[in-house]
Structures are given as structure tokens and as C-alpha cells.
């Protein structure tokens, strides 16, 4: 075990007696407040040069930060320094919005899972345009993961993207559609045929726009919406978000399985390979993939390459196995 998950991890797991929101605060605090001597020996420990280049991006390594862990991007400077090819900030929506009642966001230890229901908790696209443009230039690749805003009717969601997208691309190195998180009502059916044309149709031109897809989706719906993706210019697919199944859990953890919201870790680890999988033959290799869900182990990110994806995030594997696990995984595809 490494010194992460003897030391670290357990004095995170009980700040706040316990509560998986207020550790990830506390964790965003103090990487936010690390000093450049910090990062720069952080970064000698953790970084790993495995260049790749992907729809006109390159990227210093294949593993990147997903959407979710750092909304707002107040830590930004802290990810090279932990080994991070890439980083996501996000999902940010039009308008800010405080996201769902607490407590959202729980623990599943013996599954090393997580289950959230944040519904898109962030500070809005302006705010964060504005972080990003007092920030500069980060070293690395940046992503934008764009939802929509809760109160926005469902058929006027383009506007509500757009609205994002104007704001936010210029400060990115791509744009990911997040139209998968089951903690938005109503947002999944914009993974519809139509509703997802309308939206690349709006957004693509300026900046790479992937789009962000459910592992509970049938195969024939996943093949539907990449006939769209290929057809409207899509740059490639991040794959997958959370679930809604339960699949997978460990006895301990059963109590939690009633929990409303996404799962996501070692349940997910072969349902979002096999999706992977898919995406990569039924588009021929046409479509990059980013491979995400359940990549606790470097080995899971070797499949995962090996099942067809360009790039893979981590977020719930980082949280249970710390910055040792980013450093494997880019080193096994060096």
C-alpha cells in the first residue's frame, strides 16, 4: 500500500466526522493553497511524460482529472504537480445553482465506490471564465464539462449550453457536452437523436466538443447518438458517467445501495469498458474515446486503452488510491 492510503487517506475519510463533501472541501483547500515549492516537488515525484496527441490536442500524458472533482477550478495549479495529463473542471451550467439538498455525496469503502447526487453544484460559467482568464495558461491540457441549468426548460437547454460555451471556450482546450448525469431531471433525454443533434449542431466549430454518455444506455441507443456525433463533427466521446445500477456492491455496502444518484468505481470498472468497447468498433476508431469509470488500478487503465479509448480520467479511483495510482497508470502506457 502506498504511504496515500496508510496515512492520507485515512485522516480524509474522517474529516468531518465522516463526510464525503466536506473532505472533498477540505481537499480542494489545501491543494488550492499549495505553494509553487510544493507543486514543484510534487511534480518531480508524480509526473510522467507519455505525449499523445489527440483531435489537435497534445497531451504530456493519457490520464486526466474528470469532471466533478475540482466544479469550479480553484485548485487548478495543484493537478500537473499530482501527475495529471489533462484536467476537467465542471460540470458548470449557465447560471449558478447550489445543487441538491445535503447530504449528496457518500462513501461506499469496501466497493471503493462512490455514490453522488450533487446535481451540478457550481458557482456558473462566468465565474469560472473568470477564474480561468486571472489563472493563465495551466501547463497542461483543460477540459470544460458544460450542463444545464436546473431551472432551464428542457427546450431551451441549446441556449442554456451555448450560453456556457460562449463564455467558457475560449479558455479551453476542449468542451465536454455532459448530457449523461442522472442527478439533472430530465437531462438524459438529450442524448435523444434529435436533442443531441440540435446541440452539436449549435455547438460544434470552435473549439473540440466531446459529448459525455450514460453506461445505462442499450447498446442501439449508444450506436443512434454516435451516428450523430460522427455526423455533426463530434471530436470524440467520453465514456461513461455515472450509473444508476447497483451492481457489483459489497455486502457492507448494501445499506447505501437505497441512496438516490450516480455510482461510480469498482462496480463500474467493466460496464464502462465494455461501453468503450462498443464505441470504439461500432465508429470504427473513427471517434476518440476518453475511458472513464471505475479505474482503480493501473491494470484497469491498461484495459481500458486496450478496449479502444485515446485517453482515461480518474476521479473515484484518485479519491481511494491517491496520486500513485495517476503516476502507474501513465506509466503503463509510456
Not at 499530482?82 to 458548470?92: A, N, Q, R, S, Y
Not at 471503493?112 to 493563465?136: P, Q
Not at 455515472?242 to 438516490?260: I, K, V
Request: net charge positive.
Amino acid at each position: 500500500m502506498t504511504i496515500f492510503e496508510t496515512a492520507v487517506r485515512p485522516v480524509l475519510f474522517r474529516v468531518g466526522g465522516g463526510d464525503a463533501e466536506r473532505a472533498h472541501e477540505f481537499t480542494l483547500d489545501r491543494l488550492a493553497g499549495l505553494s509553487s515549492g510544493a507543486r514543484a516537488l510534487l511534480r518531480r515525484r508524480y509526473a510522467v511524460s507519455a505525449p499523445v496527441e489527440h483531435f489537435g490536442v497534445r497531451f504530456p500524458n493519457p490520464v486526466g482529472l474528470a469532471a466533478g472533482m475540482d466544479k469550479n477550478g480553484v485548485a487548478l495549479p495543484a493537478w500537473p504537480a499530482l501527475g495529471f495529463g489533462f484536467v476537467e473542471v465542471g460540470t458548470v451550467t449557465a447560471r449558478p445553482q447550489p445543487g441538491n439538498d445535503r447530504p449528496r455525496l457518500f462513501r461506499l469503502r469496501d466497493s471503493e465506490a462512490v455514490i453522488n447526487r450533487m446535481g451540478f453544484n457550481n458557482e456558473g460559467a462566468e465565474a469560472l471564465a473568470g477564474r480561468l482568464k486571472a489563472l493563465g495558461p495551466l501547463g497542461i491540457p483543460l477540459g470544460v464539462s458544460l450542463g444545464k441549468s436546473k431551472i432551464t426548460p428542457l427546450e431551451e437547454a441549446v441556449q442554456d449550453y451555448l450560453t456556457s460555451y460562449e463564455l467558457l471556450h475560449p479558455y479551453a482546450d476542449y468542451i465536454a457536452v455532459n448530457v449523461s448525469s442522472p442527478n439533472t431531471p430530465g437531462l438524459r433525454t438529450l442524448q435523444d437523436k434529435s436533442a443531441i443533434a440540435a446541440l452539436l449542431g449549435a455547438l460544434v466549430g470552435k473549439t473540440p466538443v466531446l459529448v459525455k454518455i450514460a453506461p445505462d444506455l442499450s447498446e442501439p441507443a449508444i450506436a443512434e447518438l454516435l451516428s450523430v456525433c460522427l455526423a455533426y463533427g463530434a471530436a470524440g466521446v467520453i465514456a461513461t458517467n455515472t450509473t444508476l445500477s447497483r451492481d457489483g456492491l459489497a455486502p457492507a455496502d448494501q445499506a447505501r445501495a437505497a441512496e438516490a444518484g450516480g455510482l461510480s468505481g469498482r462496480p463500474l470498472t467493466e460496464r464502462a469498458r465494455e461501453i468503450v468497447r462498443f464505441v470504439h468498433r461500432e465508429t470504427g476508431g473513427k471517434l476518440p474515446i476518453i475511458g472513464v469509470g471505475g479505474i482503480v488500478e493501473p491494470d484497469d487503465a491498461t484495459r481500458m486503452f486496450d478496449a479502444g479509448a485515446s485517453l482515461v480520467q480518474l476521479y473515484t479511483g484518485f479519491i481511494y488510491r491517491g496520486p500513485a495510482l495517476v503516476r502507474a497508470a501513465a506509466r503503463a502506457r509510456r
